[in-house]
């Protein structure tokens, strides 16, 4: 539950613009193996569109609508179904195990890709543990810096800290490029956007798998 719980918070600051248009990100996700100091990692590839985020990589492709997020396992054939309910509830398990989000600027600045960055260190306190996010914002990427989800409005509306943090990002004025997320003083991801820009959909990335079985709960 600890990893949903982070995914969760991940997954809101990674990728969140106004739905005005359609975007596309690509990004480099790192997971270090504490354990053979080795590191996994994963190309992810996300559509923001009006309506719906569609998130894809090598192992899964995941829908996210204003009623349901439907999570597809490439590996297996599986999918997992939530209705809008059932991730509200989800919202409201993960505000409760954080307390309230700070974010300060640090004075540095870093150029990340094509982008001019301004280095942030956010520091929130989740299942207990001290947790620390740096985070590289760009205010010249062109694009718009409005960190909440139109399609999570109806799951975070009973998750004050979720709104908040995403708040206090958003006021930063920028777009977060890279993120690195550590828990008591330890590496836990590392993303960094490889390239973000305002795109005209192709309608076959609305396509859904299809043959696959539901996972058993």
Do not use: C
Not at 7 to 15: G, Y
Not at 33 to 42: E, P, S
Not at 91 to 98: G, H, I, K, N, P
Not at 126 to 148: A, H, Q, V
Request: no cysteine; hydrophobic share 40%.
């Amino acid at each position: 539950m600890f990893n949903r719980t982070l995914q969760l918070l991940m997954f809101a600051l990674s990728a969140a613009l106004l739905f005005s248009k359609d975007y596309y990100f690509k990004q480099l996700i790192i997971s270090p193996n504490h354990t053979t100091n080795l590191n996994d990692t994963l190309v992810q590839e996300t559509y923001v569109l009006e309506d719906i985020i569609i998130v894809k990589d090598e192992v899964s492709v995941q829908f996210t609508n204003d009623s349901s997020y439907t999570f597809y396992n490439l590996v297996d054939s599986t999918y997992l179904e939530k209705n809008a309910e059932e991730l509200a509830g989800v919202a409201m398990y993960a505000d409760s195990q954080f307390e309230e989000f700070n974010i300060f600027p640090q004075g540095k600045e870093e150029k990340i890709g094509k982008w001019n960055t301004e280095k942030y260190l956010g520091k929130v306190k989740l299942m207990g543990m001290e947790m620390e996010l740096e985070l590289y914002i760009s205010k010249d990427t062109g694009l718009p810096n409005d960190l909440l989800f139109k399609q999570q409005e109806k799951m975070n509306k009973n998750a004050p800290n979720i709104q908040k943090m995403l708040e206090k990002i958003k006021n930063t004025g920028g777009v977060v490029i890279k993120e690195v997320a550590r828990i008591q003083g330890m590496i836990t991801s590392i993303k960094e956007t490889l390239e973000a820009k305002e795109i005209k959909i192709n309608k076959k990335i609305l396509e859904r798998p299809k043959g696959f079985t539901e996972m058993k709960k």
